[in-house]
């Protein structure tokens, strides 16, 4: 069946850090979308991704969306302690309509 | 403000007893969804509806029941509640999304349920 896997799993980084987290999808996606989840906190829509190749960006935050559609990445450059949470990157389920298949989520740390 | 709510925020029940998990929304959103949240897991699609009298079944479907009488409601019954079911249970609602965009989802506070 159709899956979506990212890349690490936990990442503990140093503040001021970079920090990168990358998502595979089995399957080519219309867009892609992310999400950060705070620790005991609910996922919090951060952008989509819709065209191949596109890149967007947020502050310290770059979102890139493969060439193929098939893989996507979150940059975080200089990390703060305010970034601490786990993120997840999400795509359209097989079969169309609006629900979503989620990654396995990348959980950040950030030490002072 | 427009929000999505959940209750009860936490439950303990026993093996064998119908749960029911509470969740709203005054967003006016056609789509509603409910995930539940394990380790390792990440986040996996229990059931979902697209409109009133709409509901399907997603990934995990097995042990539960959704049911869609208006808008802003879709309550998640756990028909004879099992020790696999104890997880933390999150409703979201979109918007309909057009083309190859999807509109993001909103998530509530979650439900930590516990079966013992």
């Known amino acids: 069946g159709q899956q979506v896997m990212q890349i690490p799993q936990y990442q503990h980084v140093q503040e001021g850090e970079d920090f990168t987290t990358y998502c595979n999808s089995s399957?080519?996606?219309?867009?892609i979308q992310w999400y950060k989840q705070r620790p005991g906190g609910h996922p919090v829509f951060l952008i989509q991704?819709?065209?191949?190749?596109e890149v967007k960006k947020q502050k310290r935050l770059t979102f890139q969306f493969g060439e193929a559609k098939k893989n996507s990445s979150l940059h975080i450059t200089a990390t703060q302690t305010t970034d601490v949470g786990t993120y997840f990157c999400a795509g359209p389920l097989t079969g169309g309509g609006n629900k979503l298949t989620f990654g396995t989520g990348t959980q950040l740390k950030v030490e002072l | 403000d427009a929000e999505i709510t959940q209750s009860p925020r936490h439950k303990i029940t026993e093996t064998g007893r119908q749960v029911t998990l509470a969740c709203h929304q005054t967003w006016n959103h056609n789509n509603m969804f409910w995930y539940r949240q394990d380790l390792g897991h990440g986040l996996r699609l229990i059931h979902y509806?697209?409109?009133?009298?709409?509901?399907n079944k997603g990934e995990v479907s097995d042990g539960y029941s959704v049911s869609r009488s208006n808008t802003e409601d879709l309550p998640l019954t756990l028909e004879s509640a099992a020790s696999s079911q104890t997880s933390v249970y999150f409703c979201a609602s979109s918007a309909t999304g057009q083309g190859l965009a999807l509109y993001e989802q909103y998530f509530g506070p979650g439900t930590r349920l516990t079966v013992t």
């Open positions: 991704l819709v065209k191949s190749g």
């Open positions: 509806s697209y409109g009133v009298q709409d509901t």
């Open positions: 399957t080519t996606l219309s867009n």
